[in-house]
Nanobody
Framework: QVQLVESGGGLVQAGGSLRLSCAAS????????MGWFRQAPGKEREFVAA?????RYADSVKGRFTISRDNAKNTVYLQMNSLKPEDTAVYYC?????????????????WGQGTQVTVSS
């Protein structure tokens, strides 16, 4: 069982930045594809970004968000710049052993508990 703990959410004004972190409780972190999803009120959870051997992004965040990982710290990050009110959501970390296909389809092996990001206009 892998536990994922997100941090870094909060309230920010439009145009601002936040960095989310997700720490994973596994000694084989480098073997996992990692990703971020978000869920806004009244909407379905949606893919944001993933990192394995490459990085992938939803069109809505390309050029504004950057996913990265530090395998020595068992941590994945999501740097969010130029935030917009429509980025407001609960952001979830996800982990998938091996490749990222299942993760990007929304069925990873593990989910974090989520962290709230609120962008005010």
């Amino acid at each position: 069982q892998v536990q994922l703990v997100e941090s870094g959410g909060g309230l920010v004004q439009a145009g601002g930045s936040l960095r989310l972190s997700c720490a994973a409780s596994t000694r084989t972190f480098r073997d996992y594809a990692m990703g971020w999803f978000r869920q806004a009120p009244g909407k379905e959870r949606e893919f944001v970004a993933a990192i394995s051997w490459s990085t992938r992004y939803a069109d809505s965040v390309k050029g504004r968000f950057t996913i990265s990982r530090d395998n020595a710290k068992n941590t994945v990050y999501l740097q969010m710049n130029s935030l917009k009110p429509e980025d407001t959501a609960v952001y979830y970390c996800a982990a998938q052993l091996g490749g990222d296909r299942q993760l990007r389809l929304g069925v990873p092996d593990y989910w974090g508990q989520g962290t709230q990001v609120t962008v005010s206009s």
